[in-house]
């Protein structure tokens, strides 16, 4: 029901900034949850950020906090990941997810049920 295509991924300094998309088809985009994870090599997935559906209520990683903002423009059915103040560590391949329904804005991979393509990130010092 929900297609996920992720873009704006790249290269960036540290302490340089990228905005990620996700461009969500699919009906009721504007009621869904949707999230962003990412994974660095040898690591587990590790959770990001979320946006609720239908409050907009917004959930993130301690790790991320303060620095990284979702967003979500329902007209143009596309979730965003403000990246500021990156840092080595947040090198990583970045995940979008969705529900199909509106939900909290959940750190868990189980409240979701969609998943885009991955995009990766890469952090210099």
């Known amino acids: 029901q929900v297609q996920l295509v992720e873009s704006g991924g790249g290269l960036v300094q540290a302490g340089g900034s990228l905005r990620l998309s996700c461009a969500a088809s699919?009906?009721?985009?504007?009621?869904?949850?949707m999230g962003w994870f990412r994974q660095a090599p040898g690591k587990q997935r590790e959770f990001v950020g979320a946006?609720?559906?239908?409050?907009?209520?917004?959930n993130y990683g301690d790790s991320v906090k303060g620095r990284f903002t979702i967003s979500r423009d329902n007209a143009k059915n596309t979730v965003y990941l403000q990246m500021n103040s990156l840092k080595p560590e947040d090198t990583a391949v970045y995940y979008c997810?969705?529900?199909?329904?509106?939900?909290?804005?959940?750190?868990?991979?189980?409240?979701?049920?969609?998943w885009g393509q991955g995009t990766q990130v890469t952090v210099s010092s």
């Open positions: 997810a969705a529900r199909s329904t509106s939900y909290v804005a959940s750190k868990s991979e189980n409240a979701y049920s969609y």
């Open positions: 699919g009906r009721t985009f504007s009621g869904n949850l």
């Open positions: 946006i609720s559906g239908s409050s907009g209520s917004t």
